[in-house]
């Protein structure tokens, strides 16, 4: 079974810029993923919304990570999922940084909030997500873009992908998804 990297916001950047870091450190070639899968990821740690003191104390402490920079070692098969109802991360922020992602094989899947049935699926930031008890639910709303819960997306989606990657060989780029019908 290969490796592959995965992560889901931050941690989808830090997935993103793994490989850089693999070539940058000359860490063992055993550490470079063979294929890359992340959902709603930010591409550079400056639009991270992170609170106040928190922040500014963590943008002072930390260099700013960027797929700018770092998507030039990505020369593996990448895969973006992602919702059109994410205000965190809007797929247009992908626009510009889309093209630093040096490999070939890449794609970007967008998932779709359709309300119809019960429950519906939520394609925002939180579609990765599935316990934000942490939280109370209104401040999940307001902070995370949702309360995150196993649904229809992790399963068909988010989990469907991981399991055709790391169980069935799948190739990142070459994935499809099967919601259902109602």
């Not at 793994?18 to 591409?43: C, R, S």
């Not at 550079?44 to 922040?55: E, F």
């Amino acid at each position: 079974m290969d490796c592959c990297s995965y992560g889901h916001s931050l941690g989808g950047l830090f997935a993103l810029s793994w490989p850089f870091y693999v070539k940058k450190d000359a860490f063992p070639g055993v550490l470079m993923p063979k294929q890359v899968l992340t959902a709603d990821p930010i591409p550079t740690t400056a639009s991270a919304p992170m609170p106040s003191k928190l922040g500014a104390a963590l943008q002072r402490l930390m260099p700013n990570v960027e797929i700018g920079t770092t998507g030039a070692a990505l020369t593996m098969p990448v895969t973006i999922l992602h919702g059109d109802s994410d205000w965190v991360v809007p797929k247009n922020q992908w626009d510009q940084h889309f093209p630093s992602i040096a490999a070939t094989e890449k794609r970007m899947y967008m998932s779709y909030t359709d309300q119809h049935g019960c429950p519906g699926h939520y394609a925002n930031h939180e579609q990765a997500t599935d316990d934000t008890s942490f939280f109370p639910d209104w401040l999940a709303l307001l902070a995370l873009d949702g309360v995150g819960t196993v649904d229809t997306l992790d399963w068909c989606y988010v989990w469907s992908a991981l399991d055709r990657l790391i169980r069935d060989d799948a190739r990142a780029d070459q994935l499809e998804f099967d919601l259902g019908s109602w």
